[in-house]
């Protein structure tokens, strides 16, 4: 079964950092692409980052130059450190998995299978 475990979230004062953690478990994060999540208050979820199977990031404009994703795939973690908040990231922040298939040896790109239960992260003047 797979499980995705945030943590690290908390408040801050703008412009500070924090360092949020994915464990993962039941699932191997270097077969597919992991992700970053957000949900803003009053507004949908949005894609923060993108680890893609082969180790590359990517990231939307707004956290570009101030976040940094990575994962460490022997202890099966990922990561994303977040700098220079902005009272505007105060979201809560989601760890999200594409779906392995097991039988076909392949990942379901861009599906989002697996979430996990969310981390909270409010930045403050």
């Known amino acids: 079964q797979v499980h995705l475990e945030e943590s690290g979230g908390g408040s801050v004062q703008a412009g500070g950092s924090l360092r949020l953690s994915c464990r993962v478990s039941?699932?191997?994060?270097?077969?597919?692409?992991v992700y970053w999540y957000r949900q803003i208050p009053g507004k949908e979820r949005e894609l923060v980052s993108t680890i893609m199977n082969d180790g590359a990031t990517t990231y939307k404009d707004f956290v570009q130059g101030r976040f940094t994703a990575s994962r460490d795939n022997v202890a099966n973690m990922v990561y994303l450190q977040m700098n220079t908040l902005k009272i505007e990231d105060t979201a809560v922040y989601y760890c999200v998995a594409d779906k392995w298939n097991s039988f076909f040896g392949s990942c379901s790109t861009g599906t989002g299978a697996y979430w996990g239960q969310g981390t909270l992260v409010t930045v403050s003047s």
């Open positions: 039941g699932y191997i994060i270097s077969r597919c692409n």
